[in-house]
């Protein structure tokens, strides 16, 4: 039973036309005037919807053009923070399939106000039902991150107390030896970061959302990770006060070695 007491806005260039009632948008929808990516509203939503997501999809279909108006659609989607397309719908519907594109992936076409989740659009129907949508973050074990977020205090320490002994010990400016600590510590640090991708991947995140280069700097990786899966900013934080301290140790130990 319809409901013929709601009114409707439909989004044309940026400008609202309506109201009108339910009927009337069946007819809109039908006629092809408005398409199942047109941005509508109606009382008691908070913010502009695809038609695919309202009510109204009932109403997609029931036209012979419907298809023909999805397929010749231009669509956009991010990888790795840069803009792809434009695509065909046929072509985004086979980046969907092949997993290029996944639910999490931000989509554009002609019609959104902003970019979108996947999962958020009518695409979402050509995702296999059978395949469960990515772990939510707070699921995620943080593990990793911490340990990454920690390494530079470590760094700081182990890094003094070398210089200290390669300065006074009996091998007294050994370049290796001072070498050393910092291939160790960056071996451990691509070591952390691979295993880090291999669980995000497992859960079903799109990680081509972290730029290809983040590895390169910890905090900025810290942070693009938290983005993605929707977690807080804690590791990203403990990352960089423990860069602080580290620094600070070093300088303590430096001054110690000057003075004693």
């Not at 003094?160 to 002994?165: G, R, Y």
């Not at 799109?206 to 993605?228: C, E, F, G, K």
């Not at 807080?232 to 990352?239: I, K, S, V």
């Not at 301290?245 to 110690?256: D, N, P, R, T, Y």
Request: with cysteine; aromatic share 14%; hydrophobic share 45%.
């Amino acid at each position: 039973m319809k409901e013929s007491s709601i009114t409707w806005f439909y989004n044309k260039g940026g400008q609202g036309i309506g109201p009108f009632s339910e009927d009337e948008m069946q007819k809109l929808i039908e006629s092809g005037v408005v398409s199942r990516n047109a941005q509508v509203w109606a009382e008691g939503f908070t913010e502009w919807r695809p038609v695919g997501l309202t009510a109204l999809s009932r109403y997609i279909g029931s036209s012979g053009d419907s298809k023909t108006v999805e397929s010749s659609n231009s669509w956009f989607y991010d990888k790795g923070g840069q803009r792809q397309g434009p695509v065909s719908g046929d072509e985004v519907q086979k980046l969907i399939r092949t997993g290029v594109i996944s639910r999490s992936t931000a989509v554009w076409t002609q019609g959104f106000p902003e970019w979108m989740s996947m999962d958020e659009t009518e695409l979402i129907q050509y995702i296999d039902s059978s395949i469960p949508p990515p772990l939510s973050g707070r699921f995620l074990d943080n593990t990793i991150p911490w340990l990454i977020a920690v390494l530079p205090l470590f760094w700081g320490m182990v890094h003094s107390f070398n210089t200290q002994f390669i300065m006074t010990g009996p091998r007294r400016g050994n370049i290796l030896l001072m070498l050393l600590p910092v291939v160790v510590f960056f071996a451990i640090y691509i070591l952390l970061y691979r295993i880090d991708e291999k669980q995000i991947k497992a859960a079903g995140h799109n990680y081509d959302s972290i730029s290809p280069w983040a590895w390169m700097i910890p905090a900025v990786y810290l942070y693009q990770r938290a983005m993605t899966l929707g977690q807080n900013l804690h590791c990203f934080l403990a990352l960089i006060a423990c860069m602080i301290a580290g620094l600070f140790i070093q300088v303590i130990m430096k001054f110690s070695f000057l003075l004693f």
